[in-house]
């Protein structure tokens, strides 16, 4: 069974730098690798960023890029997600999940997540 236990998070000020990780044990496989996920408040789920399985290719979306970086260390079946230049609208529940590729999108692979880990950005 699949276990997805993420940590990290907290409340930081606009500017400030946060990272979140993500422990993952049982048998884990999907085609691409492993994904950062985020919800806020009254919004549905939508991916933050995506790492292959090597770690040598990920995407993120717009919104995070280039202020955001995502890491997967196999030898710890860990992903993590440094988090700088944080703004109030990266406020959300943090989750990771395995990550399918189709074509340009990226999918969580299991329908059950962990309990993900809150991020706060305070203006």
């Known amino acids: 069974q699949v276990q997805l236990v993420e940590s990290g998070g907290g409340l930081v000020q606009t500017g400030g730098s946060l990272s979140v990780s993500c422990a993952a044990s049982g048998r884990i496989f999907s085609n691409y690798g492993m994904g950062w996920f985020r919800q806020a408040p009254g919004k549905e789920r939508e991916l933050v960023a995506v790492?292959?399985?090597?770690?040598?290719?990920?995407s993120y979306a717009d919104s995070v890029k280039g202020r955001f970086t995502i890491s997967i260390d196999n030898a710890k079946n860990t992903v993590y997600l440094q988090m700088n230049s944080l703004k109030p609208e990266d406020t959300a529940v943090y989750s990771c999940?395995?990550?399918?590729?189709?074509?340009?999108?990226?999918?969580?692979?299991?329908?059950?997540w962990g309990q993900g880990a809150l991020v706060t950005v305070s203006s």
């Open positions: 999940n395995a990550a399918d590729r189709f074509g340009d999108t990226w999918h969580p692979r299991y329908a059950s």
């Open positions: 790492i292959s399985w090597s770690g040598g290719n990920s």
